[in-house]
């Protein structure tokens, strides 16, 4: 069975309530209605009805089942703008702000998170990565212990035996641009935990560089050597290994040979980047020159689980990201 199909058989049964912002959005009304049919979540699409009905007329969707709130018109608005309000006070929101952004289906929907009224939240098809993680990181914030929320991705590189079988865990790809060293610590642990929550697999971190244990000096392999050692000390159950180049991390003779003694040189399956730049570049250039499939970005760390969708989506990547996120909740 592929990946895919088991992380939605897996969240079938787990009768989640996801809220959908962007519930006017025509990919998104489709989507929900194949999340709906196939019991993959309970879904909330925030919109108005009118507007709703007219888009799962054209597409000929099955609204049974699926729940529509109109953010202006809904009996909690008032709880959530106060919510929102106590929340962000100290900030210098007023009660007033409060409610004119309660009206915005982003925050909207994470102050249904927020509140345990949905149990996650995916959006993106409209928004940008930067207007879909600014409600929710205000508002649902971090879990606890954990300072950044990061983005990986699930590659599934056909015909590849590095990683499992081709399968790899790329973080962060989506959120830190520049992470300190205790933010890259955090990433490891982090894309750990996503590699056993929604692979299956048991992780072995490689702390990519532009060196091999030693084989440049510069600050930002410093940073790399660093990074390492926190996640050494803060996680001692984590398998994990830096400074690695990329093949050091993936192959195992180039593992052996240049990182020997490694605990996952050359057998590494979660690949953390030392910056935004290399990660959004280098699972990008593995998906469009290995025709790797990039399953994500999933959001980690988040106190309950939000994610993303890239803006070019297809009805079949939310549908994907709905029952990924029904796993993490
Ligand atoms: N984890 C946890 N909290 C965070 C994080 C983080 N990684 N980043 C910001 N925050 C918090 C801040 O502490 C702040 O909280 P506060 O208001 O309570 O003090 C709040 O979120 C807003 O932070 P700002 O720094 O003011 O917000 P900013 O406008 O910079 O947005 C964002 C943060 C959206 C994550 C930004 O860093 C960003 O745009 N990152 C890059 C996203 C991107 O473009 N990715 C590439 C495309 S995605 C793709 O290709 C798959």
Redesign the pocket.
Known sequence: MNLIQSIKDKAKGKKATIVLPEGTEERTIQAAGIIAKENIAKVILLGTKDEVEAVAQKFAVDLSGLQIINPTEAEKFEEYAQDLYELRKH?GLTLDDARQLTKYPLYFGSLMVNKGDADGMVAGAQNT??DV??PA??IIK?EKGI?????AFIMIVPDCKFGENGIMIFAD?????NPTAEQLAEIAYLSGKTAKALVGFEPKVGMLSFSTKGSAKHELVDKVVKATQIAREKYPDLAIDGELQADAALVPEVGSSKAPGSEVAGNVNVLVFPD?QAG?IGYKLVQRLAKAEAVG?VLQ?MNKPVN?L?RGCSIDDIVNTVAMTVLQC
């Open positions: 900030k990565t930067g993680l600014r990181l205000q971090t300072s950044s929320v990061s983005g790809c989506a959120v830190n641009p935004l959004n970005p760390g993303d890239s």
